[in-house]
């Protein structure tokens, strides 16, 4: 719920932009406001993403979401004016093209009812929709809105070096599948140091199958039931509760996790040479669990494993990066 700590904002000027950032997750819709590069006190907001959900349904949860977060603003600082300048990021999964602001998902639980259509237009549209609604500055603003995206993993990235701004990172966002940023001198880096052209791992080889198979949490739940511990309704959350409290097979699970993410990585760190991983989602707070076993896996290129304890401020952060206009991927020219 948004609370109104009017009390504890500065005095921002009328003419800084004003960023609804919105991390836009299969199960959560997580929005904030960014003024000045600064999150906003009090505004954070956590919502159903209706990713299942009709079009209509996930695109009009974004809209209110927008729509509450400026009328938070207007509450706790000052109603808007004409001169105001609203911009909306969001981080999105992919597959998704970030520049025309085309979801691509499809069979994958999330966001399938967005298919090929443009969420930039269609979020538009119900701006317009709704001024009859709420006539005045507010929707007049969101309509007139400069809105971005980016992939989520990447925000987490972006967002990340901005707390180790001289160092190399190699940034892995870890719940439903994994995702993946290399991050030097806050850029993107792609299809080179050993990276994929992608920039991302999700996709790569791995054993059988590909990473995402394997790392995510169908991965963590696949290897609990090798081992019988999947009783009904446990989930990652679970099984990590069961191998502190010491169940030894359910560590076991934990273990193996480490040093397979280990053995993945090992010919990305070798090649990059980041300074450090940082992590993010849900699994990366099991991290003491597999951290020794991951650090074993990688022998000699083990460097020191960060799990960053609100990675979502890293994804506003990162969100508020889009709008810099210099953010760009290092990519191979040849």
Same mark, same amino acid.
């Given at each position: ?11 921002? !000027? ?9 991390? +836009? ?35 009009? @949860? ?19 004016? /004409? *001169? ?13 093209? /970030? ?11 999330? /966001? ?22 709420? !006539? ?56 080179? *140091? ?14 059988? *199958?590909?990473?995402? @198979? /394997? ?21 990652? +959350? ?47 707070? @099991? ?13 000699? *290129? ?27 991927? +290092?990519?191979?020219?040849?």
């Amino acid at each position: 719920m948004l609370r109104n700590e009017g009390a504890n904002l500065g005095g921002v !000027p009328s003419p800084a932009p004003i960023t609804i950032a919105l991390d +836009a997750g299969g199960t959560t819709l997580k929005g904030a406001l960014i003024v000045k590069g600064l999150p906003i006190p009090g505004s954070f907001i956590t919502r159903p993403s209706e990713s299942q959900g009709a079009a209509a349904d996930t695109i009009a @949860s974004f809209a209110q979401a927008c729509h509450d977060l400026i009328n938070y603003y207007a509450s706790a600082f000052r109603p808007l004016d /004409y *001169h105001d300048s609203i911009r909306i990021g969001f981080a999105f999964p992919g597959p998704f093209d /970030y520049a025309k602001g085309i979801a691509l998902l499809q069979g994958i639980g999330k /966001y399938d009812a967005l298919f090929k259509q443009s969420v930039r237009d269609l979020l538009r549209f119900e701006f317009q929709r709704l001024k009859s609604s709420f !006539p005045g500055v507010t929707m007049n603003r969101l309509t007139a809105a400069d809105i971005r995206f980016g992939n989520d993993a990447f925000m987490f990235g972006l967002g990340a070096s901005i707390r180790f701004p001289s160092e190399r990172l190699l940034c892995l966002t870890l719940g439903t599948g994994l995702g993946s940023a290399f991050v030097e001198n806050g850029q993107i880096v792609a299809g080179i *140091h050993g990276v994929p052209s992608s920039g991302m791992l999700f996709a790569e080889p791995y054993r059988d *199958h590909i990473v995402d @198979s /394997y790392f995510g949490r169908r991965g963590i739940l696949n290897m609990a039931s090798e081992r019988g511990l999947l009783a009904d309704g446990i989930d990652v +959350a679970d099984l990590a509760e069961v191998a502190r409290s010491g169940n030894a097979q359910a560590q076991d699970v934990f273990r193996e996790y480490g040093s397979k993410l280990g053995e993945m990585l090992l010919p990305y760190l070798s090649e990059f040479k980041p300074s450090r991983l940082v992590l993010g989602g849900q699994i990366s707070g @099991s991290l003491p669990l597999w951290e020794k076993d991951i650090q074993l896996a990688l022998g000699r *290129h083990a460097v020191p494993v960060h799990a960053l304890a609100d990675g979502t401020a890293a994804v506003f952060n990162g969100i508020e990066k889009l709008f810099e206009d210099t953010i760009h991927l +290092a990519f191979d020219p040849n």
